[in-house]
């Protein structure tokens, strides 16, 4: 059974701290993706990573960073939390190939509160 | 840039009809792939089905099919005889297969709700 587990389910943090949210895929996918949810705005792609070592920006990269110094791990750094940051936050990975289904398959989440 | 578009915050359907929930989306990539989820209010994102560029056909799984228009850069999700447990969010997604890494980009989501 292909799985994406996701460290927290729920997170609060105080406005300032560093956070860590972990990813890890056990499917061996290359591909890693840290998307935001929030009501109304659908997912929102942080960053991606393609490759141990290799990030990509996605739409909404401000405030956070990220590492993949594994290929089954992908964690989501925010540098000093802040309230705006409040959201659910889901992680997927996928195989990187060139055609057929390449669906994604999505962690259960973490709801992350910052107050 | 690649963009994925849902006009539809909302729909409504009754038990046992059918429904079409619209996603439109733009690339300048001639290969990409195209996906719906489906997201309960559990959280979980469940893949529904998958659309390739190339197809030729659309894509159907049991009551879903992908109304698949390419040169109106449509690719509709239709669900056919809509079950009570068919109420959730709905996510179109798309990736581009020749550029951008394959990054994979989704829309603003559809909450359909099935009624009695």
């Known amino acids: 059974d292909v799985k994406v587990t996701q460290s927290s389910r729920y997170l609060v943090k105080r406005t300032g701290e560093k956070v860590f949210l972990e990813c890890v895929q056990d499917?061996?996918?290359?591909?890693m993706f840290w998307y935001r949810q929030d009501p109304g705005l659908g997912l929102r792609l942080i960053y991606f990573?393609?490759?141990?070592?290799?990030?990509e920006k996605g739409d909404i990269p401000e405030g956070y960073s990220v590492s993949r110094e594994k290929k089954e791990r992908f964690s989501l750094i925010l540098e000093s939390a802040s309230t705006n940051q409040t959201s659910m936050y889901l992680c997927?990975?996928?195989?990187?190939?060139?055609?057929?289904?390449?669906?994604?398959?999505f962690g259960q989440g973490t709801r992350l509160t910052v107050v | 840039a690649q963009k994925i578009t849902q006009t539809q915050p909302g729909m409504f359907v009754q038990e046992k009809e059918a429904v079409t929930l619209d996603c439109t989306y733009d690339?300048?990539?001639?290969?990409?792939?195209l996906f719906w989820y489906k997201q309960p209010s559990s959280g979980e994102m469940i893949f529904l089905i998958y659309?390739?560029?190339?197809?030729?056909q659309n894509a159907t799984e049991g009551r879903y099919s992908l109304n698949f228009q390419k040169a109106r850069k449509s690719a509709n999700l239709v669900i056919s005889a809509s079950q009570l447990g068919d109420s959730a969010m709905y996510f179109c997604?798309?990736?581009?297969?020749?550029?951008?890494?394959?990054?994979?980009?989704f829309g603003t989501g559809t909450r359909l709700l099935v009624s009695p």
């Open positions: 997927a990975s996928s195989p990187q190939q060139l055609g057929g289904n390449t669906e994604a398959f």
């Open positions: 499917m061996d996918h290359e591909n």
């Open positions: 990573s393609y490759d141990v070592k290799m990030k």
């Open positions: 690339t300048s990539d001639q290969s990409y792939g």
């Open positions: 659309q390739g560029s190339y197809d030729e």
């Open positions: 997604a798309m990736r581009e297969l020749n550029t951008g890494f394959q990054k994979l980009v």
